[in-house]
């Protein structure tokens, strides 16, 4: 089952402009979502979570439950964001992390 | 500030070699996963674990399986290896909903 639907496997824009990665779950329960970064020779980690409702390097997210999406935004792309980003799902129930197909971001400066 | 350790970041086996793939965190966490991150597949839950000895099959399980004799430790064990799964393999460890930690991948090609 696709628990997790990230529609852009690639994603140019240029450095300054408004970017947003997509992203849609499929849980029956109350998800809680992630946006996990991995830049070029680095090890995946966190960007955010939508409990923390922070903005962290710029980026936001927002649950919208009614449309089961999580997408994440940034007004002005800067070249250093550059990298691979996950969204992802965790389940309390089954205890499980569902990561999606990522979305490559390149901005080109 | 290392908290998750993979014991290689690269191996080369052989096709039928049976192969471990080891995972530390110094964190205590509960759960521990190992996935493998492939282009355009992102990463796929192999197996998972919420405590000591127990194990639960995640969406790819097979050809693999796992073991956790500690909680610090969690090792994903390939019983036969092939090329099919020629990847990059992460571990990653958890406190039940919050921030997952990964490892550094390992890197694993079978010839």
């Known amino acids: 089952a696709q628990r997790v639907t990230q529609p852009e496997k690639l994603l140019s824009v240029f450095k300054g402009a408004p970017v947003e990665l997509k992203c849609n779950y499929s849980?029956?329960?109350?998800?809680?979502l992630f946006w996990y970064v991995q830049y070029s020779r680095q090890r995946l980690q966190l960007l955010l979570r939508?409990?923390s409702r922070e903005s962290i390097k710029g980026f936001t997210a927002d649950l919208n439950k009614g449309e089961t999406s999580f997408h994440l935004k940034k007004p002005f792309a800067q070249e250093e964001d550059s990298a691979m980003y996950y969204c992802?799902?965790?389940?309390?129930?089954?205890?499980?992390?569902?990561f999606g197909t990522g979305t490559s971001l390149t901005v080109i400066p | 500030d290392v908290k998750v350790t993979q014991s290689s970041r690269y191996l080369v086996k052989r096709t039928g070699e049976k192969v471990f793939l080891e995972c530390v965190q110094d964190?205590?966490?509960?759960?521990m996963f190992w996935y493998r991150q492939d282009p355009g597949l992102g990463l796929r839950l192999i197996y998972f674990?919420?405590?000591?000895?127990?194990?639960e099959k995640g969406d790819i399980p097979e050809g693999y399986s796992v073991s956790r004799e500690k909680k610090e430790r969690f090792s994903l064990i390939l019983e036969s290896a092939s090329t099919n799964q020629t990847s990059m393999y992460l571990c990653?460890?958890?406190?039940?909903?919050?921030?997952?930690?990964f490892g550094q991948g390992t890197r694993l090609t079978v010839v």
């Open positions: 674990s919420y405590d000591v000895k127990m194990k």
């Open positions: 849980y029956s329960g109350s998800p809680e």
């Open positions: 990653a460890s958890t406190l039940r909903g919050a921030e997952a930690f």
């Open positions: 939508h409990i």
């Open positions: 964190m205590d966490h509960e759960n």
């Open positions: 992802a799902l965790y389940t309390n129930t089954g205890n499980q992390f569902y």
